[in-house]
C-alpha cells in the first residue's frame, strides 16, 4: 500500500482550546475542560456537591488500563470527567538539585 500525508489546516496551529462542559441526562455524566485552575476547581466543587466522582482524563490513557479492573470499579455513571490537557499550569518539567517536577 502506499500513504501520503495530509497537511494540518492551518487554523489548527493558532487554533486556541476554550473550556468546555457537557452533560448526559441518561449516564449523569459530564465533562468539562477548563482552560484555568479556577475552572477546574469550579468543576472539582460542582461535582462535589453533587455526590458524583471526579477523573481526570489526560489523553484518556486510562482507557488501556481498566481491563484489569473489576466490574464494580468500572462503573462510571454518574462520573464527572475533567480533561485537563488545556492547563497550562500542569504542563511542563523542571529539574533541581531536589528532582525533577512535574
Not at 501520503?4 to 487554523?11: D, F, I, L, R, W
Not at 493558532?14 to 468539562?32: C, I, Y
Request: charged share 25%; aromatic share 6%.
Amino acid at each position: 500500500g502506499s500513504h501520503k500525508s495530509v497537511a494540518h489546516p492551518p487554523a489548527m496551529l493558532t487554533a486556541v482550546k476554550g473550556p468546555l462542559h457537557f452533560a448526559d441526562d441518561m449516564t449523569r455524566e459530564e465533562w468539562f475542560r477548563p482552560v484555568s485552575m479556577e475552572q477546574y476547581d469550579a468543576a472539582r466543587t460542582a461535582a462535589a456537591k453533587a455526590g458524583k466522582a471526579v477523573r481526570l482524563v489526560c489523553a484518556n490513557t486510562t482507557e488501556g488500563v481498566v481491563k484489569y479492573l473489576g466490574p464494580k470499579d468500572r462503573t462510571e455513571e454518574g462520573t464527572v470527567f475533567v480533561d485537563v490537557t488545556a492547563l497550562t499550569e500542569l504542563q511542563g518539567l523542571t529539574v533541581d538539585g531536589t528532582g525533577m517536577k512535574v
